[in-house]
C-alpha cells in the first residue's frame, strides 16, 4: 500500500495561488487514480479533484473548476494541485488519497486505500 505525504500548504491571500505536492513511497504509485479532498472545521471531507492513473484524465468539483489544476508525475511518484484565484472558503486541510479502484467513482472518498496526513491551507479576506 502506497504511503502519502502532502506539503505546500500556506497563508495566501485571496486572488493567490498556491501548489501543493503529494509525495508517494513504498507501493506502486502507477497502478493507484489520485485524489485531493479538503476538510474545514465542522464540515465532512469534500471532494476536490481527481486524475487518473496515467493522467490522462482528470475530474474536479465545480466549486474549484476553472481555478484549480490537478496534475501527476509518475517519474517522481507525485502528485500536485496547483491552486489560483484562491477564495476564503478554500480555507481548509487539504488530503490526498489514493486508489487502487480504476473505474468508480473517484469523487468518493470511501474508495481511497491510502491517505496523506493533510496540508494547511488557510485563504485571508
Known amino acids: 500500500q502506497v504511503q502519502l505525504e502532502e506539503s505546500g500548504g500556506g497563508l495566501v491571500q485571496t486572488g493567490g495561488s498556491l501548489r501543493l505536492s503529494c509525495a508517494a513511497s513504498g507501493g506502486a504509485f502507477g497502478n493507484y487514480a489520485m485524489g485531493w479532498f479538503r476538510q474545514a472545521p465542522g464540515k465532512e471531507r469534500e471532494f476536490v479533484a481527481a486524475?487518473?492513473?496515467?493522467?490522462?484524465?482528470?475530474i474536479y468539483a465545480d466549486s474549484v473548476k476553472g481555478r484549480f489544476t490537478i496534475s501527476r508525475d509518475n517519474a517522481e511518484n507525485t502528485v500536485y494541485l496547483q491552486m489560483n484565484s484562491l477564495k476564503p472558503d478554500d480555507t481548509a486541510l487539504y488530503y490526498c488519497g489514493g486508489t487502487l479502484n480504476r473505474y468508480s467513482n473517484w469523487a468518493r472518498a470511501g474508495i481511497y486505500d491510502s491517505w496523506g496526513q493533510g496540508t494547511q491551507v488557510t485563504v485571508s479576506s
Open positions: 486524475i487518473s492513473w496515467t493522467g490522462g484524465r482528470a
